[in-house]
């Protein structure tokens, strides 16, 4: 997978490690009767449809979440590539910000200098969006 794949499978996907325990029905509490209809299944997904699109997912929100959760508060993800993919536990080496780069078409500054690196971030945000993220201005520096 690309790493802005693994970007994007960090932050859509965040909720989903996380699942919920489904509720127990409450001691002495009564089912319901099973019905003779079968309930509706929902309409399977094609390998056409986007998985981004069908859903939108506050980005800023999820990373906050998981800066929460993080000893040091996630650094400084909100203007950091280093930072941003060290919160979602990725390789921040400068051979996957190079690879990252390339994938993104990303060629500011010299490899691993602080303008590639800003620019790196703002289009990992603008791809996020591209990709039915809600991004808030303060991650778009």
């Not at 932050?11 to 996380?18: C, L």
């Not at 919920?20 to 997904?45: C, K, N, R, Y």
């Not at 969006?129 to 520096?141: C, F, H, K, Q």
Request: glycine residues 8%; charged residues 15%.
């Amino acid at each position: 997978m690309s790493i802005f794949g693994n970007i994007m499978g960090k932050i859509f996907h965040h909720d989903m490690t996380k699942a919920a325990p489904s509720p127990s029905p409450a001691p002495g509490a009564i089912s319901p009767a099973p019905t003779s209809t079968p309930a509706p299944q929902p309409a399977p997904v094609t390998a056409t449809t986007p998985a981004s699109a069908a859903q939108s997912v506050d980005v800023g929100a999820v990373l906050q979440a998981m800066a929460d959760m993080n000893d040091d508060h996630g650094g400084n993800y909100r203007t950091s590539i280093v930072d941003l993919l060290k919160l979602l536990n990725l390789d921040s080496s400068l051979a996957a910000r190079k690879e990252l780069g390339e994938e993104l078409s990303v060629h500011a500054g010299a490899d691993g200098s602080a303008e590639q690196n800003i620019a790196l971030h703002r289009a990992v945000m603008d791809k996020l969006a591209e990709n039915g993220g809600v991004v808030p201005d303060s991650l778009r520096t």
